[in-house]
């Protein structure tokens, strides 16, 4: 099912201070900085950092730039290649991966930034073009027409030192140090006293000269000084909690004379300070009373890290730092977007290192849930969300937590890996225990439990293989049991046990040809016709991992191997648990959904509560990984038993049960048996 690209996210890239002497990488002849330029500082101790201001750097070019579903590159001979989905410049709008030129950009250019989107380039001799979304004007040329190949922006042919985009708008740092900003303005972000859109560049209150770095936010921009304060203006800006926006430029408490490095996010905004340390602040909601700016300001632990922070990026949920050659990120990890080969998040400020980056990184671009960065040597890799292509590479799968290779030659090759399939030709190492997972398939976690429709129930894990061989399935080849007329019964789960060889073999068989072994995390598909998912675990070999995908994914083989267990196992009889899930939602106002697929009230009618010991209010809804799931409760046997309920395997998709104590409550119950690893 396609994500929904109306959430407003954005990448800024970051940019730095205009004197120096020295460089990670040559700059080229002529070129000027960027926000997305990526200076070196000198390494630090982790544990003692100077007090004084680092050596000065030489700024280095912004090239490496990511939306919110796209990211584009400026290439060593100033050539721009993007990847992704919407306008790439190349005078199309169909999704591009891998990449493709830009129009008109086959040479150069010294420096990209791109908005949610729209991209904008700086010209070797100062000016700036830019192309996609133009509803606001982000363009610069005068019209709010999208636009799929670059345009000049209006009045700004040369003379230009850096470019920053935000969600829907752009801004410009002149030769003079002065800013120009144009796009969008709901909130003030143009910082030009008013709050009306501009399709032409206008000039930033107060800022004509002595700046030396701009970052472009969702719906806000900052500006960082030659004198080391930053001012900022737009959504959630103000230092006053009842003013709260502003469409001028304001100082940033606390900020006033010793920050090197800016970059803005969709939410949010961090600075780096002369002595080495990060300080973020946002959301940009609007604060309770009282509350003034530095009462956000959270303090990024970067400690730990090798170097001293030399770039920053933020984007909509994270964001990432260049230290000593080497990235690390923090923040929202849905899709392994921090890179470091999980997809747990790193919501508290504590960057993690990313994986096989410990040098080298020569620039880093955040984008809506992916992550790009710009390898020393003119390559790139890319993690996160893949699934509009802006990764660069064509994957079977949607989102990697490892660094993989973008094709900047615009060849489709062999799909890369993280690494050769090696197993062990020996015994596959795991745990035996009774209630070890070995293996588990579980298709759309618990879905429908709660769908009074009737026409799908899936509780449980259709699929387990525990560390001592016992095997507990549900059979979709089998009939379901017969259904008494006031309770509707759906397919039991079945037992049966495997002896260690043929564990063996199955796990073989899932992480080679059913190709887990080198499988990414996450698979999605744009199909609009698939709205559920699919969850395959395995811990064996030393390997574990989680996948989840939408359909079939690539696991075909893996899939079948699982839908004919029954039939390869006839052994295999229905399970008697100790233990069930009841399942209690409030059926009052739904009483007749259901009719023609499961038989309705009217067919099957009601049965009086059964436990006295038990009230509705028993059952509750528990944390399903980041949602509330519908009321539920810990049945024992005896429990479960009453009116026979777990009769025949006790998976039962409905029984309209009558409240205790009122003739008008009406629920609507689901039962089904715990799986062995289950807990309350």
Partial sequence: MRTSLSRVATTVMVGLLVTGCGSATSPTPGATASPSQLPTAAPSDATSRPTSSPAPVTPTMGRIAAGYVHTCVVTDAGAVRCWGTQNFGDGTTTEASPSVNVVGLASGITAIAAGNYHTCVLTGSGGVKCWGSNSGGEL???????????????????????????????????????????????????????????????????????????????LHTCALTRGGSVTCWGDGQHDDAEIHHTNVPVDVPGLENDVRLIAAGNFSTCAVRDEGSVTCWGPNYAPPPGERLPDRFVPVDVSRLAAGVSAITVGDAHSCVLTGGGAACWGGNSYGELGNGLTSDSRVPFPVDVAGLGSGVAGIAVGGMHTCALITGDSVKCWGSNTYGQLGTVMRCSSTSIPLDVRLDGSVGPVPTPGPIQLPAGRLEHTTGATDVLFRFDHSPDFAVG????????????????????????????????????????????????????????????????????????????????????????HAAGIDKRVEYAGYGPFGALYERIGAFGGANPTAVVWVADRYWGNLLDASVFQFIGDGVTPGLAESGTVAWPWPGIAPADFVGRDEGGWIGHPRRVMSAAEAAVHGLSDNGGVVQRVYLEGPGTADALYYFSLWPMQPDETG
Avoid at 173 to 195: E, H, I, Q, R
Avoid at 514 to 535: F, I, K, M, N
């Fill in 140 to 218: 610069g040329n005068g019209t709010t027409s999208a636009s799929t190949t670059p345009v000049d922006v209006t009045g700004l042919s040369g003379g230009n030192t850096a470019i920053s985009a935000g969600g829907g708008h752009t801004c410009a740092l002149t030769n003079s140090g002065g800013v120009k900003c144009w796009g969008s303005n709901p909130y003030g972000a143009l910082g030009d006293g008013t709050n009306l859109d501009s399709s032409v560049p206008v000039d930033v209150v107060g800022l004509d000269s002595g700046i030396s770095m701009i970052a472009a936010g969702g």
């Fill in 451 to 538: 769908d009074l429709v009737g026409e799908l129930f899936q509780p449980g894990p259709e699929f387990t293989i525990y560390g001592d061989g016992t095997v507990i399935f549900r059979d979709e080849s089998s009939a379901g049991p017969p259904s008494p007329s006031r309770i509707v019964r759906a397919r039991p789960f079945m037992i049966a046990h495997l002896e260690e060889d043929q564990v063996q073999a199955f796990l073989r068989f899932a992480l080679d040809e059913g190709g887990l072994w080198d499988a990414c995390e996450r698979y999605e598909t744009q199909d609009v016709d698939v709205s559920s998912w699919a969850t395959l675990t395995v």
